[in-house]
Every structure is written in C-alpha cells, then in structure tokens.
Nanobody, 128 residues
Framework: QVQLVESGGGLVQPGDSLRLSCAAS????????????MAWFRQGPGKEQRFVAA????????YYEDSVKGRFTISRDNAKNMLYLQMNSLKPEDTAVYYC?????????????????WGQGTRVTVSS
C-alpha cells in the first residue's frame, strides 16, 4: 500500500507561482518510494481528471501535458519520499484539484488507469 498526501494548494493570481508537494508513505514490504513511477493529475470544475506530468524513478525522465510544458516542473526527492510540482505563470485554466498518483509499472503513463495509488488532492484556484 502507498499513502499519498498532497499539500501546497491555494488561491493565487494569474502569473503567480505555486509549489505543490506530495508526501508518500510506502507500506508495502521491501518497496521504496524510488521504485514507483509518480505523476500529477488535475480535475477542473465540471471536468474529468486529466494528466499533468509524470516522472520516472530516478528523476531522469519527465513527461508533460502540452498545456503545462515550459510552465510546470515535476521533481522528486527519493530520500524524503516527496514528489513536487512547481507551477509558474499560472493561468485561470489551471484552476483544479491536483492529485498525485503512484504506480510500480505505469512507465509514466498518462491515463488515470495507469496508476493504482492516489492522494486526496489539493485545490488550486487561479483568479484575479
């Protein structure tokens, strides 16, 4: 089992930056955080959950949804069991609940079904 807890959401203005964090607790015997593919998804008001970014075990490979490329950066600290999403130049359309997700075998997939473990989400509102 993997427990994920997101934090860092809030209300910001367009153009502002925000950093989301996801703390992972690995409760599966002999598994470590560094073995899991990690990702961020988001769900805007009245919309379905959608992929934002994914990262490989070692932070060497990342993958982004087109609308966030160049603005968002996904990263991880395996020593601290932490996943991050640095969001710059935020836009009103980035308003959503942001979720972190984990899976052993997703290979940085972009579908909801690719990830087994999910956090409860943190809300980001971008508004002037």
């Amino acid at each position: 089992q993997v427990q994920l807890v997101e934090s860092g959401g809030g209300l910001v203005q367009p153009g502002d930056s925000l950093r989301l964090s996801c703390a992972a607790s690995i409760q599966t015997f002999r598994r470590t955080f560094g073995e899991y593919f990690m990702a961020w998804f988001r769900q805007g008001p009245g919309k379905e959950q959608r992929f934002v970014a994914a990262i490989s075990w070692s932070d060497s490979d990342t993958y982004y949804e087109d609308s966030v490329k160049g603005r968002f950066t996904i990263s991880r600290d395996n020593a601290k069991n932490m996943l991050y999403l640095q969001m710059n130049s935020l836009k009103p359309e980035d308003t959503a609940v942001y979720y972190c997700a984990a899976d052993l075998t997703s290979s940085m997939g972009s579908a909801v079904r690719d990830y087994k473990f999910w956090g409860q989400g943190t809300r980001v509102t971008v508004s002037s």
